[in-house]
């Protein structure tokens, strides 16, 4: 045993040392309690809907009847309202987002895209249940009156066109989550479009081709994939939208069967029921729909990262 | 560099006109047509503003600022709800801005390559969690035990929000932060905790602080977190967070679905107010840092 040296210049570095141990400690914990928030949240929801899954199976996922009555629960027509509302939001903001992207980095000048991209971003920032309000007062009799009327008279021939229209319901959801989704999919289009390197335009363009071919033969296939990547965040983003939807998709208990029926959406069906909900099964249903809605989106949301880093890098998007 | 495009533009355009009528025509008409997508992009925010303008302004007066709410459209106002916004999320803030900065300064200053990528991951994948289930989470653990509904546990839940969302814009902030200050700093016998805090958060600060307010714009828009903890309340409630509290996202929520004027024109003049703090902070944040950019 040999005591060690005690040089005031020695003595000094510790004091420091333990500092520093310690102020790494706490930024490692602080990252580790996001990671820790993650992971205990979905170990909650599955522990709370244990009673679910023990009582019903992976039959939950299948069942068509939500009767708490009867105490008997299935998830399909909130599942079916969730997929819908999220496809028809696809189908009107993919090509209106992309093409809004492409205009902003290959075709715009800065003084044109700047404030337009300004613009896009406010949207992104408005609350969820001031679309919802408007949603309800201005565009679903908007959409009621011209669109929706339009497509039933016209198109009603068609089976899942046709059928009476309210304004509120499937498609006005729909029609708001394309809204809500649009400033997702451009920001993230965009930053994907931009990180394509300028030598791939420059060699199609020294080819003789117009801008428009140098876009969709040069730039979108290089872009592919985290294209895609930002369709699905958008797909995400729409999937777990709560207020907007709620308030507009109505309060319909079946599976729907025309665009125009009234429906409810996981997320919808959680925010309307909870908290008339009994503790127990019923409240145990409604976070199993919780825990799906969950799988759902984390696994959307990996699949998209992965694909938008493979184009912009792991900083990439958001 | 500008003058050059625009001039290769030209003589390409012109080679085109020449090359083949049809090509040059679609090239044209993809222009116009994404042009006209981004106009469609912009009209909602235009019509959401306008109508949250002109309903909002008409309903904005001294009761509702200053009466907390009534039942059954009979008078009363959002004062309940203005001072439940304006404590719980700060209190969310208070929670969420110490981990989600620390959190930024560990995977930027301090972790290994690996795990700082797998906690970046995490944060993105829990910015991408629908907030309801958020909500849901803590119902179990802060709600369901005590049988009560609780500010509190509104606040916790607007934290976990917050905090990804302000670890990542630390993170993005600090990579500015050239390397050579801290070397410098540490070069000068600077212990690595006073060199992080004083030379590189410092030199970050005014990216962190934007950050921050656009997280706290956020919380306090949002609403599905809180229907399960902090619930609502006609009441007004200051200072007791073991009692349910209201914010303006929930009075919006509520007062919508009333069937009575009163209450739907309360709910267009409670959204004018939070529409009006929520869009000046990100104006403001915007402006300023695209102005320090052009610098």
Known sequence: ???????????????????????????????????????????????????????????FIGGTTWDPVQAVYGAL????????????????????????????SEVASPRVATPLIFMIELLAAIPSVVFGLWGVFVLAPFLRGTVEAWISSTLGFIPFLGGPT??????????????????????????????????????????????????TKAVLPYAR???????????????????????????????????????????????TTFNEATIGIQTSSLIALGLILLVITIGLNVVARLLVWRVAGPTGGE | MAIQAVAANRSATLLQAKAGGRRTLVDRAMRYLSFVAAIVCIIPLAAVLFFVTV????????????????????????????????????LAAL????????????????????????????????????SILIGIFVFTFLVLPFRQYNAFAGSVALAVIMSPVIMRTTEEVLKLVPGTLREASLALGVPRWRTTLSIVVRTALPGILTGIMLAVARAAGETAPLLFTALGSRLVNVGDLTKPMDALPLFIYVNARQPFELQNEQAWGAAFLLLVFVLTVNVLVRLRSAGTRTQ
């Open chain 2, 55 to 90: 309903r909002g302004i008409a309903a904005v007066n001294i009761d509702l600022l200053t009466k907390p709410a009534r039942a059954l459209g009979v008078g009363g106002g959002a004062l309940s709800a203005i001072l439940g916004t304006l404590q719980m999320v700060p």
């Open chain 1, 1 to 59: 045993m040999t005591t060690l040296p005690s040089a005031p210049w020695l003595a000094a570095r510790p004091v420091g040392r333990t500092s520093d141990r310690a102020f790494r400690w706490a930024t490692r914990l602080a990252a580790l309690a996001v990671v820790a928030v993650l992971v205990l949240l979905a170990i909650q929801l599955l522990d709370s809907s244990l009673l679910t899954w023990q009582t019903f199976g992976l039959g």
């Open chain 2, 95 to 130: 929670m969420a801005i110490p981990i989600g900065v620390l959190a930024g300064i560990y995977i930027h200053e301090y972790g290994s390559a690996r795990s700082a990528r797998v906690i970046r991951f995490a944060a993105d994948v829990l910015v991408g969690v629908p």
């Open chain 1, 225 to 271: 994939s985290g294209i895609v990547g930002a369709v699905i965040l958008g797909l995400g983003r729409a999937l777990g939208e709560t207020m907007a939807v709620t308030m507009v998709i109505g309060n319909g208990q079946a599976i729907p069967t025309h665009l125009f029926d009234q429906a409810q959406t996981i997320a919808s069906k959680i925010a």
């Open chain 1, 166 to 215: 309210f304004g509120i319901g499937l498609f006005t959801a729909g029609v708001i989550l394309a809204i809500m989704i649009l400033p997702t999919i451009v920001s993230i289009a965009r930053e994907v479009i931009r990180s394509v390197p300028g030598s791939q335009r420059e060699a199609m363009l020294a080819l003789g081709a117009t801008r428009w071919e140098v876009i």
């Open chain 1, 77 to 104: 027509p909130y599942i079916v309202g969730t997929l819908l509302s999220s496809l028809i939001a696809l189908v009107l903001a993919t090509p209106i987002g992309l093409l809004t992207a492409i205009f902003l």
